[in-house]
């Protein structure tokens, strides 16, 4: 361990607050929870301090197919409700959360180890979306019905797709399961969801709380590991689309296997952000930008401000006051006074990211801060800043997926593109300038499908959200996942 290398960060230690009354156990198909046709139980574990919190089960292909059977038994009736209808009930479902939210934010933070202000902010999002998706499953804007062809009067129809599959990942549990059933339902669909096997609690006791909201079968939730829960999601033939939040690889496995059926396939998957810093930029401002976008829910986040390019006339300041930023941060458990940052989300994930630093050492790079694991119970790592690292480094290309940034330099605008576009990665970047022109140009340059001028991680329910290249397709948020959960009818009339 070098100088730079000693350990800077304690974790704050509060007690738990105790954990909410636990959703029931088994699976919610039909709008009751059933006995799982398996015996199997996946342990669900605070990471924050290592103890297990409850089981829930190891679902199996015939628990999916139980769901889907209720699933497409409620379409034709969910399908044939109004707008207005919809709108209504996915109202209460967001009053419903606000009225929950203290049980929410607590059962949130005990599965995932989250700080409190992330909680909240995860709470706040989806009671958010849900309001956001019942106005816009009342206000689609198509093209005009009217005649195209001379005596023929053509009417387009929005229609939804049918039953859809929904994969949501660990990092945001409540939030990533309303941006996806929020538009599912909106737009008219049923649907079956499986939740992280790690992080199923919230949504289940959503589940729980909505269950007399909700028509019987419109939603259901089936737990249990993907390759097997997931897997038959993907290819089960009377799946109309299949949506997934999560990594490459679990993505390509999920279109791999939508592919026999021929369904549509939403994939929203994972990101290594590029924050480009020029040298006219406000640099105080750049590096507690990365403070905030590169640290949040520890760097568990596929937009997270993970890799600075930075111009070589300003790279020593930039990085002194990022690494200023960063000795500050505090690691704390849920509870603890003014934490920002908290675990990682089991001990797989804690390994994973340790054994990254590792490659980091091996490959002689700086570790400016942290990189150290925390002693103590729960999987906690230092927040770190890795700097002098070279073009095509695997670091930069690599997701690691916690508190880790790493630091680059270019000498032109040019190569500053060339450079954050080479990733296979194009969910997400952020440009940082005073030049008005450049904060134009090099946007559009950017091959991301959201990029940030000047601020990194800022969300707005009503803007899209999605990636190109190997982060997927399809958006999640705003009016267009609507559009991306319903499909379009022409019919058109012979009036000759």
């Given at each position: 361990m070098t100088t730079a290398e000693k350990t800077l960060f304690t974790v704050l230690r509060a007690d738990a607050p105790p954990v909410p009354s636990l959703p029931p156990f088994g699976q919610f198909i039909g709008g009751q929870f059933v006995a799982s046709t398996s015996t199997?139980?996946?342990d669900v574990v605070n990471p924050a301090t290592e103890e297990v919190l409850t089981q829930v089960p190891a679902g199996t292909a015939e628990d999916v197919d139980a769901a889907v059977e209720a699933a497409v038994a409620a379409r034709d009736a969910w399908a044939a409700t109004t707008p207005r209808d919809r709108s209504a009930v996915l109202l209460r479902i967001a009053d419903i959360i606000e009225a929950n939210r203290e049980a929410f934010e607590t059962l949130e933070a005990a599965n995932t180890g989250k700080p409190a202000a992330v909680a909240e902010d995860d709470i706040s999002s989806a009671i958010d979306t849900?309001?956001?998706s019942a106005g816009a499953a009342r206000a689609y804007s198509t093209l005009g019905s009217d005649d195209y062809a001379e005596n023929h009067t053509s009417v387009i129809h929005r229609e939804p797709v049918g039953v859809v599959g929904v994969i949501t990942p660990w990092n945001y549990p409540l939030l990533m399961a309303a941006w996806k059933i929020a538009p599912v339902l909106g737009a008219g669909n049923t649907l079956v969801l499986k939740p992280s096997e790690q992080t199923p609690l919230t949504t289940l006791k959503l589940a729980e709380l909505i269950a007399d909201e909700v028509p019987a079968g419109v939603l259901n939730i089936v737990t249990g590991p993907g390759r097997v829960v997931g897997n038959r999601l993907s290819e089960h033939p009377r799946v109309d689309l299949v949506a997934i939040t999560g990594s490459v690889g679990s993505g390509q496995k999920v279109a791999a296997a939508a592919a026999g059926s021929v369904k549509r396939v939403h994939l929203e998957l994972g990101g290594k952000a590029p924050v480009v810093v020029f040298a006219d930029a406000d640099?105080?401002?750049a590096a507690k930008g990365?403070?905030?976008?590169?640290?949040?829910n520890g760097g568990q986040e596929c937009g997270a401000a993970c890799r600075v390019l930075v111009h070589e006339s300003v790279a020593d300041k930039f990085t002194g006051l990022l690494v200023k930023e960063i000795s500050e941060i505090t690691v704390g458990t849920p509870g603890a006074e003014d934490a920002e940052i908290g675990s990682m989300i089991s001990k797989a994930h804690y390994e994973r990211v340790l054994a990254a630093l590792d490659d980091v050492r091996k490959d002689?790079?700086?570790?400016?801060?942290?990189?150290?694991?925390i002693e103590g119970p729960g999987y906690f790592i230092e927040p770190t800043v890795i700097t002098n690292v070279p073009a095509q480094a695997p670091i930069t290309s690599n997701e690691i997926f916690g508190p880790v940034v790493s630091v680059e330099t270019f000498s032109?605008?040019?190569e500053a593109v060339e450079r954050a576009n080479e990733t296979i990665y194009g969910l997400a970047a952020s440009v940082w300038t005073k030049d008005s022109a450049r904060s134009l140009t090099v946007p559009r340059k950017l091959d991301f499908g959201t990029v940030w001028v000047n601020s990194h991680l800022v969300i707005a329910t009503e803007m899209p959200w999605g990636g190109f290249k190997g982060s997927g397709y399809g958006r999640d948020l705003s009016s267009y996942a609507l559009d991306d959960f319903s499909r379009t009818k022409h019919v058109m009339y012979n009036r000759g």
């Open positions: 199997e139980k996946v849900f309001r956001f640099l105080e401002a990365v403070r905030s976008a590169g640290f949040w002689g790079h700086t570790i400016a801060v942290g990189g150290n694991a032109t605008d040019e």
